[in-house]
Nanobody, 125 residues
Framework: QVQLVESGGGLVQPGGSLRLSCAAS????????MGWYRQAPGKQLELVAA???????NYADSVKGRFTISRDNAKNTVYLQMNTLKPEDTAVYYC???????????????????WGQGTQVTVSS
């Protein structure tokens, strides 16, 4: 099966930087879309940034110019470089992989909407 494992969260002061990583493991053939979502206390889950296998990106307006998403297709890994962090960026960040294909035995299957376990990002002085 497919699993997503995130790393890189933590506590940072306002104006600081963090880099999140998310590695997908399993007998993966390809992943079309990867992205990062976040959920702050009392708020809905929101898209932060997404990237296709071809490198096209999409960002929430609130993070444009501060966050950069990238991926290494050979490693099935997606990154989120977060700069100039603000207290309102505090949230649990979740990695997502969508529209992928993987092997189980000799057969190939399609899979949709896989999620990581989440990593806490806290921006506070």
């Amino acid at each position: 099966q497919v699993q997503l494992v995130e790393s890189g969260g933590g506590l940072v002061q306002p104006g600081g930087s963090l880099r999140l990583s998310c590695a997908a493991s399993g007998s993966i053939f390809s992943i079309n879309d990867m992205g990062w979502y976040r959920q702050a206390p009392g708020k809905q889950l929101e898209l932060v940034a997404a990237i296709t296998s071809g490198g096209s990106t999409n960002y929430a307006d609130s993070v444009k110019g501060r966050f950069t998403i990238s991926r290494d297709n050979a490693k099935n890994t997606v990154y989120l470089q977060m700069n100039t962090l603000k207290p309102e960026d505090t949230a649990v960040y979740y990695c997502n992989a969508d529209r992928l294909s993987y092997y189980s035995g000799s057969r190939r299957y399609n899979g949709y909407r896989y999620w990581g376990q989440g990593t806490q990002v806290t921006v506070s002085s």
